[in-house]
């Protein structure tokens, strides 16, 4: 017999509702049992956030930083605007209706500003202005925070200078909350050294040094969220190897509200499933280790 020839199978939300209920001993009946089970879905991401990395949501992000700014969104803020070309980099704006103020950390292009996360809320068609510059321009739309707050934490960056084969990336260290809030020369300018991830609704990175110039670039790896499930046509933001984790963890939270006598056997299912995939989702990288000298005794 021939095999099929095709590597495409993948499940719709419909399907994994379907699969997970009929794991529970049950058949979905109603429009409420799929809005039921797309909400447990959406939690069982959430939790999956919390047990560790999802590589497949790993993206690789980039920001022009400001001379004098040391503190940016944890993604691009970016501010569509009438027109950007009289405003200058690390200057303050503020909004003549609505009050809110923020820094540009960048002119994207000439009707596009990107910007630290505001104090306040930028509104449409409202006059912004320039602290230094005296420049005025309209807002074209409202600020989307989404892009940020998708952010779940950043693993590692670098910053990055020049271009090209003069392209120079050097890393920097993460610090904790205890050891930032200690730094006792947070004004003072150089090359940023070190990073914190402060873990907000709106995450935001702050750096130290505070950069001392508009040369450098600051690039990250971040982890983000795992794109919500909003209707049941929708496929799921995971790859093939999570297929059965996924079919395991809907039917144990089903379970919890639906079938209690079989919940005790899915968890333990689901636990099983998640732990031989995230075995697999991981760095294959190979390791090597050296012993230190510190630690010898030679005899004689």
Known sequence: MAVSGSSDFELDVAEYVEEAFERCGLEVRTGYDLTSARRSLNLLFADWANRGLNRWTIEQATLPLASGIAIYPAGTLTMTVAASGSFSVAE?????????????TSIRSSTAIDITTPEGTFV???????????ATTTVSAAISLTPIQSTIDVLSAVIRTGTGSGQTDVAISRISR?????????????????????????????LWPTPDNNTYTLVYDKLTRIDDVDNPQNTVDVPFRFYPCLSAGLAYYISLKRAPQRTQILKAVY????????????DRASLSLTPSRDYYTFIR
Request: aromatic residues 6%; glycine residues 10%.
């Open 178 to 206: 205890d050891a930032y809030i200690n730094i006792a020369t947070k004004n003072s300018t150089s090359r940023p050294t070190q990073f914190y991830v402060d873990r907000l609704i709106t995450p935001s990175i702050k």
């Open 124 to 134: 449409a068609t409202e006059t912004v202005t320039g602290g230094t510059s005296g």
């Open 271 to 282: 636990e099983e499933e998640f732990e031989r995939a995230a075995a697999e989702d991981r």
């Open 92 to 104: 303050t704006i503020t909004g003549g209706t609505s009050g809110a103020t923020a820094s540009i």
